[in-house]
């Protein structure tokens, strides 16, 4: 038997208290205990997003809110903004060309943030004002790169823009705060920085959002945020929700509440820099040059193949990380620390690496990178 | 303490088992684990479909694979006709209007299956063979009707239409044959008579369903069947799906299988002919004229409101029945026997009907209900 230790940027591992919450009996989602059960999570997300507005639930997975917020937000031959340095900021763009929107786009390499100039320059070339919408993503879970969105929305906020910001990754677990910041939609899923089963996505609209969402013009029946207002007002969905995974949310959000979100952000930028140490100890480079908290993405040295030692790892070791995406794949090896991590998930991580890359060859001193790691663990 | 019975017609009580499976460690849903549960899971749903063409996940709700049925297979501006005969079949039309279709309706009385004959006439007006697809539900749970859907395969087989099905409600409990019923679409969900809970919706496409599929014109991206089948090729899903749900579901359905379909459909045969008895003694009315065996929808005295009998049953005695839907509200109360449903809870949802309306002042002779379901599930 192989322990198996699930270390992928979502679904990432579930405690046991959440993935017990599942099991409690079934109940009818037009009924009383449902509706105490909506209200809780929908008031809890608030507060992690950092808003005023509602939040509305969507069964589904993080892609299902983002081509939602498409579909109830962009009208066919509209123009949209999209900053493009990843493989769900390509996600943004497919699904915009997809609704036929013309999509202007800000291309990044891959591994950088965006330079928020950048978008102020761009917006400030359409001289009509006609571009409808900013699209972006928190942190690109394919790259490991934390977008500046605060900056960014003080940028859009001077346009007649929403800016529409794909959370999935980052929110719950990194300081993000929609309001403060004058982001119109904001959409997160419960799989990653939740520890919570994927299955369900949820969404926040500002008020200039809700007003273009009344006039959008794209097919839209599932995903119809204006059911779901109305819905929402009793305390429901409009179609049959995913009671269960929902319940586990629930237990989720009660963990992190009684954490505190200013201790759990503080905890993903330690085990961040631990593992970012441990890294820099193994002389292997970092991938990211505006590194996210959530997850570390590593280079592995020229002449050992990607998916060749996260492989080995996985089977010999049972430490499952995440490969490249799109023209990543081969090249990197991403290391989650989102939602249930502690300390020596860390150290388990960055030990089974050291195992790894000493297998393949790899010429270091055994344990110099778990000491690095426990360089920055110790001080708590 | 209130001890609480669930007897809506879905989300229904999901075994400790299938529950149970949810709490398995998480898996990456790119990994060889992963992989076999989707196999698991296609190839079994293959079977209760009744057809030889591929399976297809999608991570939703019931309504999120009829709008991927429209977004697949219809473009703005055809023509479809769809039977509607109840809250479901009233879906298929808004849908379809959402995406721009020309809807020709079969306006069938609630209550009752629709004539086939109806559908060959209507097919036989069009006289230049412009309808596209035909929609129907299998058993619509808002009136508790089941259609002759082989009846209606027939006629719509030797037309240029594709046949779509909702079988959200009565596969897996009903008698159903994809193939042998000439139906090109099948789609059905986790959280009726597959006894797990709401979150993972299935679908399955006839060869001439893909042809159209391919030259569709209305936007899709979480939804696009093509990315499925793509990604069905290496057994994953195109986007993150629910894991644990998609778990619960493999394990309910090792459960059916070891009963057998055949014992299945004869469970739920029974079940719902015990209902029945009980309510005709208590000269209770049915609603449905061409009722389903997955619920027994009934009328309650005239003089004794549906929505208040439920909820006073509901709260007093902790049995929860389905209530109304659109122009059925507070008219109807819905009894589910689908799914994890066995004699006794027959007998336990009539001896709650009987203490409800004796509470309510109905004078009949306590016991009679439940002496008559017990007469027909002695016979077992």
């Given at each position: 038997m192989v322990k198996k230790y699930l270390m992928t940027p979502g679904p990432t591992p579930v405690p046991a208290a959440v993935a017990s919450a599942q099991t409690v009996d079934m109940v009818s989602h037009r009924g009383r205990e449902f509706h105490e059960l909506y209200q809780y999570v929908t008031k809890t997300l608030r507060e992690v997003v950092g808003t005023s507005h509602e939040v509305y639930l969507l069964t589904g997975s993080g892609t299902s809110a983002m081509e939602a917020a498409v579909a109830n937000l962009t009208s066919p031959g509209e123009k949209a903004l999209v900053i493009r340095g990843g493989h769900f900021g390509n996600r943004w763009a497919d699904i915009l060309k997809e609704y036929g929107v013309m999509v202007r786009a800000i291309d990044v390499e891959w591994g950088r943030a965006v330079n928020p100039k950048l978008v102020a320059e761009r917006l400030a070339e359409d001289t009509e004002n006609e571009t409808r919408a900013v699209f972006t993503t928190f942190v690109d879970t394919s790259t490991g790169v934390v977008q500046d969105v605060e900056e960014i929305g003080r940028i859009v906020a001077d346009k007649n823009a929403l800016l529409v910001v794909d959370?999935?990754?980052g929110l719950g677990a990194v300081d993000y705060r929609m309001d403060e910041w004058n982001v119109d939609v904001t959409l997160s899923a419960s799989?990653?920085?939740?520890m919570t089963p994927p299955g369900i996505a949820f969404m926040s609209l500002s008020g200039n959002a809700w007003k273009v969402c009344e006039r959008a013009k794209c097919p839209r029946y599932y995903w119809d945020l204006r059911k779901c207002r109305q819905f929402g007002e009793k305390h429901e969905t409009p179609f049959t929700p995913a009671v269960a995974t929902l319940r586990a949310l629930a237990k989720a959000l009660e963990l992190m509440m009684e954490e505190g979100l200013a201790n759990i952000f503080a905890r993903h930028e330690k085990m961040a820099r631990a593992t970012r140490a441990a890294v820099n100890a193994l002389a292997l480079r970092l991938?990211?040059?505006?590194?996210?908290?959530?997850l570390t993405v590593i280079r592995p040295p020229?002449?050992?193949?990607a998916d060749e030692l996260r492989g080995h790892i996985a089977r010999t070791y049972g430490v499952v990380f995440g490969g490249g995406q799109g023209q990543l794949k081969d090249r990197i090896i991403r290391i989650a620390h989102m939602g249930a991590v502690g300390p020596f998930d860390i150290i388990t991580a960055v030990s089974a690496l050291e195992a790894g890359l000493a297998d393949k060859g790899y010429v270091f001193e055994l344990g110099v990178g778990v000491g690095a790691a426990e360089e920055i663990i110790k001080e708590m």
């Open positions: 959370a999935v990754s799989q990653k920085s939740f991938f990211a040059l505006n590194p996210a908290d959530v020229d002449d050992i193949g």
